[in-house]
T-cell receptor, first 114, second 114 residues
Framework: DAMVIQNPRYQVTQFGKPVTLSCSQT?????MYWYQQKSSQAPKLLFH???????NEADTPDNFQSRRPNTSFCFLDIRSPGLGDAAMYLC?????????????FGSGTQLSVL | AQKITQTQPGMFVQEKEAVTLDCTYD???????LFWYKQPSSGEMIFLIY??????QNATEGRYSLNFQKARKSANLVISASQLGDSAMYFC???????????FGAGTTVTVRA
């Protein structure tokens, strides 16, 4: 029944070692988002895809990149993780035009940087 | 720019009692949407309830109701008959009609006591 699936649930990487987080959806939604959430803080939008169009938030560091090879999958690449990038990363989807345009979230990937 | 304010960082509530979580927002838009999400310790963001700015009736979903006061720009969440499983972080969020992205408040942690 899972509709937005994130893998892995926990990811440990080393300082400076590239890491990729993955997200897939079975909802066929146009929009996919990546949020970063640090402990006890609000989720912060990094970027989103509307279909194939990539939309970066103005304050998202260049260290963060994303790929969406098809409707179902979206990846978050962190090129050189720093200690400050340790956080929960949440993937979400939505269908603009739906009655309330709510976001459907995955369970998140908790990233640790050693 | 939009701003969502949740002034209660943490609340305790007795099981079976009701609790109100405050949310105020600031926007110059006429059309917008207001959302509440629940985030248990597992990390997943769970949609609870939605209120459109043009909706005249307060939204309700089971034990959740949204006390929408448009003139005061507030959208408080009321959880009735609290259960132990309601212990979680609760986020208020807002979207604009021409911008499907969500902006989140800082969240309120609710702890339900037996």
């Amino acid at each position: 029944d899972a509709m937005v699936i994130q893998n892995p649930r926990y990811q440990v990487t080393q300082f400076g070692k590239p890491v990729t987080l993955s997200c897939s959806q079975t909802l066929n939604h146009n929009v996919m988002y990546w949020y970063q959430q640090k402990s006890s803080q609000a989720p912060k939008l990094l970027f989103h895809y509307y279909d194939k169009d990539f939309n970066n938030e103005a304050d998202t560091p260049d260290n963060f990149q994303s790929r969406r090879p098809n409707t179902s999958f979206c990846f978050l690449d962190i090129r050189s993780p720093g200690l400050g990038d340790a956080a929960m990363y949440l993937c979400a989807t939505s269908y603009p035009g739906a009655a309330n345009e709510k976001l459907f979230f995955g369970s998140g990937t908790q990233l640790s940087v050693l | 720019a939009q701003k969502i304010t949740q002034t209660q960082p943490g609340m305790f509530v007795q099981e079976k009692e009701a609790v109100t979580l405050d949310c105020t927002y600031d926007t110059s838009d006429q059309s917008y949407g207001l959302f509440w999400y629940k985030q248990p310790s597992s990390g997943e963001m769970i949609f609870l309830i939605y209120q459109g700015s043009y909706d005249e009736q307060n939204a309700t979903e089971g034990r959740y109701s949204l006390n929408f006061q448009k003139a005061r720009k507030s959208a408080n969440l009321v959880i009735s008959a609290s259960q132990l499983g309601d212990s979680a972080m609760y986020f208020c969020a807002m979207s604009r009609s021409n911008d499907y992205k969500l902006s989140f408040g800082a969240g309120t942690t609710v702890t339900v006591r037996a």
